[in-house]
């Protein structure tokens, strides 16, 4: 029998989540005199061809005191995540305005008061009408407008600091000094403009995806454990898009009345996306082509077309967005020698609030680098990577990513062992119908609460593998992505996995922190899902990244288990051994 997805979530709860699902915002006092805003409209035209619908934006513009055209200043644009509004970025517009910035803040296609649908920061949509306010700042006339009607235009801006060409040295008409700033939702969408507009001339994403397809439904037995491994399909994760189709279908029947054509079809969403949900819940992965349209969405899918300096932000506790995207998107750009830089924060979409000093380095390395590149400022725009330390509150630094040395630990009976490898072998069976095998968390209640949420992660008898470690007699400093090298035994998934991805064997890695009265720690909630093409060959599954000290006395813990709360898992109950005994069944761990 089927599991129902629950597509259907409060008004009080999707509230309260669209409320904290966009960028973790530091506390803020009072707004700082010395600049003025103002609330306009903006008529933008989006589509592939450019001229598919018009739709309306709603922004604040925060201009600067004492700018003008004798004495003009660099402009910031920047948009909510999902669930939010151009509100949701006044903290940051304020204190940058304050800086001596023109800031724009607009509330991004079907959110807080803009029209037209969510169209996922497709470039074709979100890229190209985020690109018309580009030039709005660069001074072009008949964007702007003092009413939703569109009939007060604003004058033509003159105040914004223009360039004399682009980043690729090509002259333009409307040409603004300007940068681009938010997270999530907010911050993919930079990619998308900076992929079609060269006028963009630097990039703060946060917490962002690098390929959408894997943050909705993750194979992590792909290449990076990021991108499809071969064609494979990944297993469809549960909470979160349940939660932001309902964040996306509230937002578009609170503004119908401005635009009722976001009810037509999938409400308030591109076409594409509610069929995508329904098969997805259902069978428990993808569809080719709706892999396709969220690839579309998502920088993976254009990364040669971004070649301006991109400091990268993404949190530890971010079970949405892991920091497996940081880094697939980070290497990209300096393979192909675009000026990057990696900072992995504590706050993610899981939740976690930052030390006073981890939040203060956030705010000083982005404050320097749109100095840097905005304000042709003598600043350093610091390390390229850096990470935060929950055990002790503070930032490490080093000239690149990645920082770790393999340190291995094998398949040893039910041990993990450096050495001395005994043969042994555990059994269990995957759940029917896709059904989860675990107790634990849901994904999306993290963030609600400034806090991870620390209750036990309980896998049931019957359902999982699993192996740990003897107590440690020094702390362990993880730093990057571990990786499980493992080989299964799995006859009818052997016999049925030709059939295609319901035929295949699902199964989820984790990797716990055992204290030492016994108590396992999924360590930040991670999760690694697998959907093996092939059970007769060995799998390599990469682990979600991590920045996590194991502590003298506690023990390092792996299971392999056949379901999880978030996910859908196989839809067969499938008999799984895993033998021990040769060291080819091994946890590779980037220790620093």
């Known amino acids: 029998m089927r599991r129902v997805v629950p597509w259907v979530l409060t008004a009080a709860a999707v509230l309260a989540i669209s409320s904290t699902?966009?960028?973790?915002?530091?506390?803020?006092?009072?707004?700082?005199?010395?600049?003025?805003t103002q609330s306009l409209h903006f008529a933008v035209t989006v589509g592939p061809a450019g001229d598919q619908r018009q739709c309306d934006i709603v922004g604040d513009l925060y201009t600067p005191a004492g700018v003008s055209a004798q004495q003009p200043a660099p402009a910031i644009l920047t948009t909510n995540g999902f669930g939010g509004s151009a509100a949701s970025q006044t903290p940051f517009a304020q204190r940058y305005a304050a800086r001596g910035y023109v800031v724009l803040s607009y509330s991004g296609l079907g959110f807080g008061g803009s029209g037209c649908k969510i169209t996922l920061d497709d470039p074709d949509y979100d890229g190209l009408a985020a690109s018309q306010l580009v030039s709005f700042l660069g001074g072009a006339p008949g964007i702007a407008f003092t009413d939703a009607e569109h009939t007060d235009p604003l004058p033509a801006l003159d105040y914004v600091l223009r360039d004399p060409v682009d980043h690729r040295g090509v002259a333009q008409r409307h040409d603004p000094r300007m940068g681009m700033w938010g997270g999530s939702y907010g911050g993919q969408v930079q990619f998308a403009v900076a992929s079609l507009d060269a006028r963009v001339d630097v990039l703060n994403p946060q917490i962002t995806w690098h390929d959408l397809s894997y943050s909705l439904?993750?194979?992590n037995a792909a290449p990076g454990g990021v991108t499809g491994a071969g064609g494979t399909a990944g297993v469809t994760k549960l909470t979160w898009p349940t939660t932001f189709s309902a964040i996306g279908v509230f937002n578009g029947v609170q503004y119908a009345q401005q635009d009722p054509q976001r009810l037509v079809g999938c409400p308030?969403?591109?076409?594409?996306?509610?069929?995508?949900?329904?098969?997805?819940?259902?069978?428990?992965?993808l569809r080719?082509?709706?892999?396709?349209?969220?690839?579309?969405?998502?920088?993976?899918?254009?990364?040669?077309?971004?070649?301006?300096?991109?400091?990268?932000?993404?949190?530890?506790?971010?079970t949405l967005f892991n920091l497996n995207e940081s880094i697939a998107t980070y290497q990209a750009l300096r393979r192909q020698h675009t000026p990057v830089a990696l900072l992995w924060r504590?706050?993610?979409?899981?939740?976690?609030?930052?030390?006073?000093?981890?939040?203060?380095?956030?705010?000083?390395?982005?404050?320097?680098?749109?100095?840097?590149?905005?304000?042709?400022?003598?600043?350093?725009?610091?390390?390229?990577?850096?990470?935060?330390?929950?055990?002790?509150?503070?930032?490490?630094?080093?000239?690149?990513?990645p920082v770790g040395k393999p340190q291995r630990l094998y398949l040893s009976g039910d041990d993990l062992v450096s050495g001395g490898i005994r043969p042994g072998s555990q059994s269990f069976s995957t759940p029917p119908a896709g059904a989860p095998s675990t107790l634990g968390n849901l994904d999306v209640v993290g963030s609600q609460v400034e806090m991870p949420l620390d209750n036990p992660d309980v896998n049931l008898p019957g359902t999982f593998a699993s192996w740990t470690g003897a107590p440690l007699t020094a702390p362990v400093t993880?730093?990057?992505?571990?990786?499980?090298?493992?080989?299964?035994?799995a006859p009818t998934a052997a016999l049925s996995q030709a059939s295609g991805p319901g035929g295949q064997l699902v199964l989820f890695a984790k990797l716990y922190d055992v204290d030492t009265d016994?108590?396992?720690?999924?360590?930040?909630?991670?999760?690694?899902?697998?959907?093996?093409?092939?059970?007769?060959?060995?799998?390599?599954?990469?682990?979600?990244?991590?920045?996590?000290?194991?502590?003298?006395?506690?023990?390092?813990?792996?299971?392999?288990?056949?379901?999880?709360?978030?996910?859908?898992?196989?839809?067969?109950?499938?008999?799984?051994?895993?033998?021990?005994?040769?060291?080819g069944q091994v946890l590779t761990l980037p220790v620093r």
Not at 296 to 314: E, F, M
Not at 478 to 489: A, F, I, M
């Open 21 to 36: 699902v966009g960028v973790p915002t530091r506390a803020a006092g009072a707004a700082e005199p010395g600049y003025r």
């Open 217 to 219: 439904g993750p194979n």
């Open 268 to 285: 308030n969403f591109a076409d594409f996306v509610c069929p995508a949900l329904v098969s997805a819940g259902a069978t428990g992965y």
């Open 288 to 318: 080719p082509e709706d892999i396709a349209k969220l690839r579309h969405a998502s920088v993976a899918s254009y990364l040669p077309r971004i070649t301006i300096p991109v400091l990268l932000i993404q949190g530890e506790l971010d």
């Open 346 to 401: 504590y706050n993610g979409h899981s939740g976690g609030t930052p030390s006073a000093a981890g939040a203060a380095y956030e705010e000083r390395r982005v404050q320097d680098w749109f100095d840097h590149y905005l304000k042709d400022a003598d600043v350093s725009t610091g390390p390229g990577f850096a990470y935060y330390q929950d055990w002790s509150g503070t930032v490490a630094t080093a000239p690149s990513y």
């Open 478 to 489: 993880v730093v990057g992505t571990p990786t499980l090298d493992v080989k299964v035994s």
């Open 518 to 583: 016994g108590t396992a720690r999924l360590i930040n909630g991670l999760v690694a899902p697998v959907r093996i093409s092939d059970v007769t060959r060995s799998v390599r599954i990469t682990l979600p990244g991590i920045a996590h000290r194991f502590a003298t006395g506690h023990r390092i813990a792996l299971y392999l288990a056949g379901g999880d709360t978030n996910y859908r898992g196989g839809l067969a109950a499938t008999p799984v051994t895993v033998s021990t005994g040769s060291s």
